[in-house]
């Protein structure tokens, strides 16, 4: 057990805030300039604005260079991109100081001591982080893409309703999408893809997985969260041939739903190794704590507020929902005249009575 603890110290390093974000884009900015997919050289001016553009600085989206740098004199500002950016800068602030924030209220004494708690709450309680994360970084790059909008550019979408997916390999394709896509292009393509066989193609995706959780931090939680997605991706890959013929026999609405609850639930797990992973030196003691509160069965506190975390979680599923189905949005969008102002209003009013909190986003200590 001790072993396990000093394992779960994180290493204390003083970093530069944001250092992954821009170290990714400028990774990704010499790599395409090695492959000699930027035909043309690149101004100082150029360089520092694509590595320096304010609204992503902080935690993303990550830019490619060449989606952003061939747009970046010739910003374009109409009505249609107004209007998006609006409705991002609300949907956005909505979602971090009213859904994330608030269900960091609830959550919280929970994970001072988890295993006080009974099982239900914990489970409860663990949904409600995966929901937090969702609204806090969604909440975060719909202000960032609304800003840009503003100013005349586009910068890439980080979600699209994740938690509608209805298998781990789409989740994570709707889950931190430029992360998942710059792994994909900088890791695991480079270390052979599935171009050298179906065992070698999930190692590289394990690897490529362990990775990305060692960009989180470096702390065992971090690392094996990483490893656990690499794991489920690898075993769904696996066994999806046999979970296609197995499906004739019952009803396609019945097995979108249970292969969402399960996805769903497989990410919920995850979700521990993060939260351990952001507790920092007691990593790995926290999450046997949040074992024992997972075997409170008939003992153990109720977790206070959890009728209010339950509303929460279902706000953030209808906002998983507008991303999913992409017309919905665009019906909104088509009534901004009426709803701008209404939803600004009930904005105004919610940051009111949930807006007090003023937590920092949680993607700012990567």
């Given at each position: 057990?001790?072993?396990?603890?000093?394992?779960?110290?994180?290493?204390?390093?003083?970093?530069?805030?944001?250092?992954?974000?821009?170290?990714?884009?400028?990774?990704?900015l010499q790599v395409d300039i090695h492959r000699d997919l930027i035909p043309e050289k690149i101004s100082s001016l150029?360089?520092?604005?694509?590595?320096?553009?304010?609204?992503?600085?902080?935690?993303?989206?990550?830019?490619?260079?060449?989606?952003?740098?061939?747009?970046?004199n010739f910003p374009e500002i109409d009505k249609q991109r107004m209007k998006q950016g609006i409705f991002l800068l609300i949907f956005g602030l909505f979602k971090k100081s009213v859904l994330a924030d608030s269900i960091s209220g609830i959550i919280s004494p929970l994970y001072l001591e988890p295993d006080q708690y009974h099982s239900a709450s914990v489970y409860i309680g663990a949904f409600g982080f995966i929901?937090?994360?969702?609204?806090?970084?969604?909440?975060?790059?719909?202000?960032?893409?609304?800003?840009?909008?503003l100013l005349g550019y586009e910068i890439p979408e980080n979600f699209k309703g994740p938690f509608l997916s209805t298998s781990f390999r789409e989740f994570w394709g709707r889950w931190h999408i430029t992360l998942s896509s710059w792994l994909r292009d900088y890791i695991y393509i480079p270390l052979g893809g599935s171009r050298k066989?179906?065992?070698?193609?999930?190692?590289?995706?394990?690897?490529?997985?362990?990775?990305?959780?060692?960009?989180?931090?470096?702390?065992?939680?971090?690392?094996?969260?990483?490893?656990?997605?690499?794991?489920?991706?690898?075993?769904?890959?696996?066994?999806?041939?046999?979970?296609?013929?197995?499906?004739?026999?019952?009803?396609?609405?019945?097995?979108?739903?249970?292969?969402?609850t399960i996805t769903l639930n497989l990410f919920l797990i995850s979700g521990l190794f993060f939260r351990a992973g952001s507790a920092g030196k007691n990593s790995v003691s926290f999450l046997f704590?949040?074992?024992?509160?997972?075997?409170?069965?008939?003992?153990?506190?109720?977790?206070?507020?959890?009728?209010?975390?339950?509303?929460?979680?279902?706000?953030?599923?209808?906002?998983?929902?507008?991303?999913?189905?992409?017309?919905?949005?665009?019906?909104?969008?088509?009534r901004s005249r009426v709803l701008i102002p209404v939803f600004?209003?009930?904005?105004?009013?919610?940051?009111?009575?949930?807006?007090?909190?003023?937590?920092?986003?949680?993607?700012?200590?990567?």
């Amino acid at each position: 057990m001790e072993l396990w603890q000093r394992l779960g110290t994180s290493v204390e390093i003083l970093l530069p805030l944001a250092i992954s974000f821009y170290t990714f884009q400028l990774i990704a900015l010499q790599v395409d300039i090695h492959r000699d997919l930027i035909p043309e050289k690149i101004s100082s001016l150029d360089y520092f604005l694509f590595i320096l553009f304010f609204p992503q600085l902080i935690a993303g989206p990550i830019m490619r260079s060449t989606d952003f740098l061939p747009k970046l004199n010739f910003p374009e500002i109409d009505k249609q991109r107004m209007k998006q950016g609006i409705f991002l800068l609300i949907f956005g602030l909505f979602k971090k100081s009213v859904l994330a924030d608030s269900i960091s209220g609830i959550i919280s004494p929970l994970y001072l001591e988890p295993d006080q708690y009974h099982s239900a709450s914990v489970y409860i309680g663990a949904f409600g982080f995966i929901c937090q994360v969702y609204c806090d970084f969604s909440g975060y790059t719909d202000i960032a893409r609304g800003c840009a909008f503003l100013l005349g550019y586009e910068i890439p979408e980080n979600f699209k309703g994740p938690f509608l997916s209805t298998s781990f390999r789409e989740f994570w394709g709707r889950w931190h999408i430029t992360l998942s896509s710059w792994l994909r292009d900088y890791i695991y393509i480079p270390l052979g893809g599935s171009r050298k066989g179906e065992l070698r193609s999930q190692w590289n995706m394990f690897l490529t997985m362990c990775l990305g959780g060692l960009w989180h931090g470096a702390n065992i939680a971090f690392v094996l969260w990483g490893a656990y997605l690499g794991f489920v991706l690898a075993i769904e890959r696996i066994l999806e041939p046999k979970l296609v013929q197995g499906t004739n026999i019952i009803s396609s609405k019945t097995i979108r739903f249970l292969r969402n609850t399960i996805t769903l639930n497989l990410f919920l797990i995850s979700g521990l190794f993060f939260r351990a992973g952001s507790a920092g030196k007691n990593s790995v003691s926290f999450l046997f704590d949040l074992m024992k509160g997972f075997q409170n069965f008939f003992s153990g506190k109720v977790l206070p507020r959890w009728e209010e975390l339950l509303l929460f979680i279902l706000l953030t599923i209808g906002f998983n929902a507008l991303q999913y189905f992409p017309k919905s949005t665009e019906k909104i969008e088509k009534r901004s005249r009426v709803l701008i102002p209404v939803f600004s209003v009930i904005l105004l009013l919610l940051l009111g009575v949930f807006g007090d909190g003023g937590g920092e986003f949680i993607y700012f200590q990567f």
